[in-house]
């Protein structure tokens, strides 16, 4: 049974960090292709990174160079480093396997400023 489980959101002031996890349960996250999303208050919820099975990651333009995507493949966990928070990226993260559609329940994270 494919499970995922996000934690290490939280309250954070302007320009603070902090590291999400995914717990995959079910399926070996090294085989697929694992994304962050989120969903900021009164917005859609949209794509933030990507690591792809072969390592490689990708982020989106607004987050790229302060956040960082990655994953531990024996302890099958996919990280979101994330740096230099913005008030504006105050929003509920997800993680998510494209293939399967499988979601997590979401973490909040709260930058304030």
């Known amino acids: 049974q494919v499970q995922l489980v996000e934690s290490g959101g939280g309250f954070v002031q302007v320009g603070g960090s902090l590291r999400l996890s995914c717990v995959a349960s079910?399926?070996?996250?090294?085989?697929?292709?694992m994304r962050w999303y989120r969903q900021g208050p009164g917005k859609e919820r949209e794509w933030v990174a990507t690591?792809?099975?072969?390592?490689?990651?990708l982020e989106e333009d607004s987050v790229s160079g302060r956040f960082i995507a990655s994953r531990d493949n024996r302890e099958n966990i996919v990280y979101l480093q994330m740096n230099s928070l913005k008030t504006e990226d105050t929003a509920v993260y997800y993680c998510?396997?494209?293939?399967?559609?499988?979601w997590g329940q979401g973490t909040q994270v709260t930058v304030s400023s």
């Open positions: 690591v792809f099975s072969d390592g490689r990651t």
């Open positions: 079910g399926f070996a996250v090294s085989l697929y292709a």
């Open positions: 998510n396997r494209w293939r399967g559609n499988y």
